[in-house]
């Protein structure tokens, strides 16, 4: 457990809270299963990913994607991709935050694709920022027969067939409203965060009369810098995500060397180490590089996954606050 000296209450209070997070995520470790949304190790560079709250919460404006490509070698293995946009304006004499997001993930023959816009205000309190966050959009959910391959080793026979009836010309989507809620907190020394995404368990009516139902997802998301100096920092995190299902628990250590280059390594529990690299480019441009080593049996039929996040960070000559709680970039 992090150690805090004597500070002042709050500070007790900031180191209770992130034993607690840290509780509750061992405390479903029975559970540990596949992936529930789509999945990003870098995830502290793309926080708005699960977290409407987090959007403005630098005071910059910000652009950035993200492309994932998991389990290298296994056919019809998750490939996603996000692309958004937030920042920070101020209006009638409070701060808000406002973004807009786009991701794309695609698992075989299935896509989906979920298109938000996300609100966030901004309410400064005397030892931290606190932004409360709302998403509204919208997921389609599209099935291409065409990726599906229903012949195996050039085989035609009842089991084998080189051109299946039933699918052709079975292409299929279906689209529905979805709408998430998050709230961020961050301090100078520590952030937690806490979301739940498709609250409404958006139900897709396909084409066909198929129906997809995607379930609720929360997830919570901690951190706090061990050390910061213009030589080196060091930045402990945590996240976790379930959909009530199955669920993700990682940690990682992040270690940002002069400001410039981010050293990072993290275990996701019950599936994978993970490495990352990045760098604070001229201009307010980052790019960030991880990779999944598996761990479980499945290694065997893979070989690893790879993510890449850029971003670019600017400001607009308006209203700024005085007072800023700002993170090191976290990957």
């Not at 150690?3 to 900031?14: A, L, Q, S, T």
């Not at 100078?188 to 958006?202: A, C, E, I, M, N």
């Not at 604070?280 to 790879?306: A, P």
Request: glycine fraction near 12%.
């Amino acid at each position: 457990m992090i150690h805090c000296k004597k500070k002042g209450r709050f500070c007790d209070v900031e180191c209770v809270l992130l034993a607690f997070f840290v509780l509750i995520c061992i405390s479903c470790e029975t559970s540990m299963m596949a992936q529930n949304d789509v999945m990003l190790s870098q995830v502290g560079a793309v926080p708005s990913l699960l977290n409407p709250g987090t959007a403005g919460k630098s005071g910059s404006y910000e652009a950035v994607g993200a492309f994932r490509k998991q389990w290298v070698g296994f056919e019809g293995s998750p490939q996603s991709t996000m692309l958004g946009v937030n920042g920070e304006v101020a209006f009638l004499k409070n701060f808000h935050g406002i973004g807009a997001m786009v991701v794309h993930d695609k698992v075989g023959a299935l896509t989906t694709m979920n298109i938000g816009l996300d609100y966030s205000f901004h309410i400064e309190l005397s030892h931290g920022l606190l932004g409360l966050g709302l998403r509204v959009g919208v997921l389609n959910t599209a099935f291409n027969a065409g990726d599906l391959h229903p012949s195996v080793d050039g085989l035609d026979d009842d089991y084998h067939q080189s051109s299946d009836p039933l699918l052709e010309g079975s292409d299929d989507s279906g689209t529905a409203l979805d709408i998430g809620f998050g709230a961020f907190y961050q301090s100078k020394r520590s952030y937690l965060g806490f979301s739940v995404l498709h609250l409404t368990s958006p139900r897709m009516e396909m084409k066909s009369g198929a129906i997809i139902k995607r379930r609720p997802m929360m997830a919570l998301m901690a951190g706090r810098k061990l050390r910061e100096d213009a030589e080196l920092g060091i930045e402990a995190r945590s996240g976790f995500q379930t959909d009530f299902s199955s669920s993700e628990f990682d940690v990682s250590v992040l270690a940002n060397i002069r400001r410039k280059v981010s050293l990072g390594i993290g275990y996701r529990l019950q599936d994978a180490i993970f490495f990352q690299l990045g760098a604070n480019l001229l201009g307010g441009i980052f790019v960030g590089y991880g990779y999944d080593l598996c761990l479980t049996d499945f290694r065997s039929y893979q070989s690893g996954s790879h993510e890449v996040v850029l971003s670019y960070s600017f400001n607009i000559d308006v209203e700024r606050r005085t007072k800023r709680y700002k993170s090191v970039r976290m990957l």
